[in-house]
């Protein structure tokens, strides 16, 4: 017969060793589970950056212009104005008009060197009762700029062929190109007159388009050749659309216009609406 060994009780010792064999197996179960979670993480991390770094870059944003002026801001605006007015023709292959550009000022007569207009006074279209006489818009025009516009005939008139509306919206069209360019590529400037050449028959006073950043501000947000095209039109050859473009921001913003004395000295240049061919 064989005598088994009689049973023993269970120590304390024993105890404690099947609890702490129970406590490993709990933790191995959840560093098990952390790291599936790390793995998932990581995956999809992982998974983003293949697709970011897989996707093609955005198309950068079109240019304004094809052209830009670079320099101080006088250098930029004086190549606005060589730039833009070489660039429109009489039929004879003659410049236009020459670009003049500077801080506004009026030639002071017999006195030495020119004053300054420190005022732009723009007096309201009454035609639609609309507005007052006295509804008078002051701009200083300190941050402001003036481009004269001068044929190379007598007194800055055009002395080739005769005043027409076509050629009134040409000179328009070169007011509007100088005023964007400006705009865009001179941020301290807020206005900006253009004086137009005076005709040589003298049957009409002498005009200027006036107009502020925010009259052109959808202009300046979309691409240059979306309002002009790229290239200078022949006299009465400007596109349909873009003969609309010219007339819906240079007419409502044509003036005839005489300067007053201000009580400092300084010019105020006042501004009267008029109809286009007035």
């Known amino acids: ?19 702490e064999s129970a406590r490993r197996t709990a933790y191995r179960s959840r560093f098990a589970l952390v790291y599936v979670a790390l793995a998932v993480v990581v995956g999809g991390g992982v998974g983003s950056f ?5 996707k093609p870059e955005a198309a950068p944003a079109p240019s304004w212009s094809s052209w830009k002026p670079d320099g101080s801001p ?6 606005i104005a060589d730039r833009v007015s070489k660039r429109y023709r009489l039929p004879s292959g003659t410049q236009l008009a020459v670009a003049l550009v500077g801080p506004p000022a009026v030639s ?9 207009v420190r005022a732009v006074a723009v007096r309201p279209d009454t035609s639609t009762g609309q507005k007052e006489e006295s509804d008078i818009d002051i701009i200083d025009a300190r941050s402001s700029m ?4 001068c044929g190379l005939g007598e007194s800055c008139s055009i002395g080739e062929g005769k005043a027409s509306e076509a050629r009134h919206a040409l000179l328009r069209r070169e007011a509007l190109e100088l005023s964007l360019y400006t ?17 040589k028959d003298a049957q009409a006073s002498p005009t200027a388009v006036f107009l502020k950043r925010a009259d052109l501000k959808d202009e300046l947000r979309k691409p240059l050749n979306r309002t002009l095209n790229p290239t200078a039109p022949a006299l ?31 010019a105020i240049l006042v501004l009267s609406p008029i109809a286009l061919g007035a």
């Open 1 to 19: 017969m064989i005598d088994a060994e009689p049973a023993r009780p269970v120590t304390e010792t024993e105890t404690r060793s099947r609890a």
């Open 50 to 54: 293949i697709v970011l770094i897989s």
């Open 74 to 79: 006088d250098s930029r605006v004086k190549q």
């Open 108 to 116: 002071a007569g017999g006195q030495t060197g020119d004053v300054p």
């Open 146 to 149: 003036m481009f004269i516009l």
């Open 183 to 199: 705009f865009k590529y001179r941020d301290d400037v807020s206005a900006i007159t253009v004086f137009l050449p005076p005709r």
């Open 236 to 266: 009465g050859q400007i596109p349909e659309a873009e003969l609309a473009n010219v007339n819906r921001t240079t007419r409502p913003h044509l003036y005839s216009y005489e300067y007053t004395q201000a009580q400092d000295g300084s």
